[in-house]
């Protein structure tokens, strides 16, 4: 294999890792009693990596033109690894592991993915596979679990799962300068109130995990206006923001809210393909049910005007002209007061797959947080189950386990009042 010059995409997550920001994000999958050990994981997955083979390459080339290259030491045993807990454990202890292992770097003499397995208490078996997302982003990270990990495929491939108008609307190049306008003024507005998130992080972390049904706030937000799935997304994390910012800041406005995008298209193999546009939350909004109505809203306009596509083409245009404008414009939108917490939702298996015959009983994907953003949620479905994690640094954003509580309670509510 020859070696493959990195993508601007990947070039620019990978410059974003830092003394206090790893550039990887993790599923955590968890298994039913009777689950695979490494040795039987190890061969699995090296006899199907072929299907992956972006993750045998390890970075190379120079500082500025940096490359993927075939790692000719390649060891699958470097990559699917047994934690050295001395015992079994529990949700807690899962979670405290998680994060120990989310606070470590990946190697990068090597390819940047591993897998550590944890032995729980209740008989099962957890795999915490960090991928850098330099590789892959939170789609085509869905897509290696489909080949190398599930037995048979799950549902849709999410990969194909796309805005399949992406292609369309940025061949109308006229129509779009024509929204040009507007957009800026929508993406590049600013926080009135400034976010309890923004502040120095560390190399801490702390992970928390909740679920809900998906079918059931699928059906509450279509009751209510017509919202969509993703939009009772956000309302119920809105809904826990506020519970937990009442609890430790008293009352806040608004909190600007960034919204990852996929731009895949089916059948493409790129590892980060992605966009997005930022929303304000409404953390003063207790009714459940104006709250979503607020950010249906919202989001209505953002979809409608094509924003993540319109960002995604507006970054690349300024690439061409201006890698210093680019920058700038990068710089900007990364500022705490452009928005306060990403929260991304992508598909996962619409099936409960199986991992050499072991169901998989939660799948839960934490990602990292950045510099003055302590707080990042990201979700991933599961059989009709909406799996929320979070990732947070402890120092600023305490007991987020209880924020994490704040969902479950949050997506009861919004139920209820869809009645």
Request: with cysteine; aromatic share 4%; glycine share 6%.
């Amino acid at each position: 294999m020859d070696a493959i010059a990195l993508a601007p995409e990947d070039r620019a997550i990978l410059d974003l890792e830092s003394s206090t920001v790893a550039g990887h994000a993790c599923k955590v999958v968890r298994l039913a009693p009777g689950g695979p050990s490494v040795a039987d994981l190890r061969v699995s997955i090296g006899r199907r990596l072929a299907a992956a083979p972006a993750l045998t390459r390890r970075l190379g080339g120079t500082a500025t033109a940096p490359e993927w290259e075939p790692d000719p030491e390649f060891d699958i045993a470097q990559h699917i690894v047994q934690t050295s807990l001395p015992e079994p454990v529990g949700d807690a202890g899962l979670r405290a592991e998680v994060a120990r292992l989310f606070e470590q770097r990946l190697d990068r003499s090597r390819p940047l993915w591993r897998i550590d397995t944890v032995d729980l208490s209740d008989g099962g078996t957890a795999l915490v596979w960090r991928l850098h997302h330099a590789v892959a982003d939170g789609t085509a990270s869905m897509r290696y679990a489909r080949a190398l990990l599930w037995d048979t495929a799950a549902g849709p491939d999410p990969a194909a799962v796309t805005h399949r108008h992406a292609a369309a609307h940025h061949a109308d190049d006229v129509r779009r300068r024509g929204h040009l306008a507007g957009f800026l003024h929508r993406e590049f507005a600013r926080s009135r109130t400034r976010s309890p998130f923004d502040q120095s992080i560390g190399t801490r972390r702390a992970v928390a995990f909740s679920n809900a049904s998906l079918h059931d706030l699928h059906d509450a937000a279509a009751a209510i206006d017509g919202a969509t799935l993703n939009d009772a997304v956000l309302s119920v994390v809105a809904g826990a923001l506020r519970r937990w910012v009442e609890h430790h800041h008293g009352s806040l406005g608004d909190v600007r809210c960034r919204i990852p995008v996929s731009l895949h298209h089916e059948g493409d193999d790129a590892g980060n393909r992605d966009s997005y546009f930022s929303v304000a939350l409404p953390l003063c909004e207790r009714d459940p049910a104006r709250r979503l109505r607020a950010v249906h809203e919202a989001t209505t306009l953002r979809k409608a005007e094509h924003d993540a596509e319109t960002m995604d083409h507006l970054l690349r245009e300024l690439g061409r002209a201006s890698p210093r404008l680019e920058r700038f414009c990068v710089q900007l939108e990364d500022s705490p007061r452009r928005f306060a917490v990403a929260v991304s939702n992508i598909p996962g298996p619409r099936e409960t797959p199986t991992v050499l015959g072991s169901a998989v009983l939660a799948l839960h994907t934490v990602a990292e947080i950045g510099e003055r953003h302590a707080l990042r949620v990201s979700v991933v479905s599961l059989a009709g189950v909406l799996c929320f994690g979070f990732c947070a640094d402890p120092a600023v954003v305490a007991d987020v386990s209880a924020m994490a509580h704040g969902v479950e309670t949050e997506a009861e509510a919004l139920v209820a009042a869809a009645g």
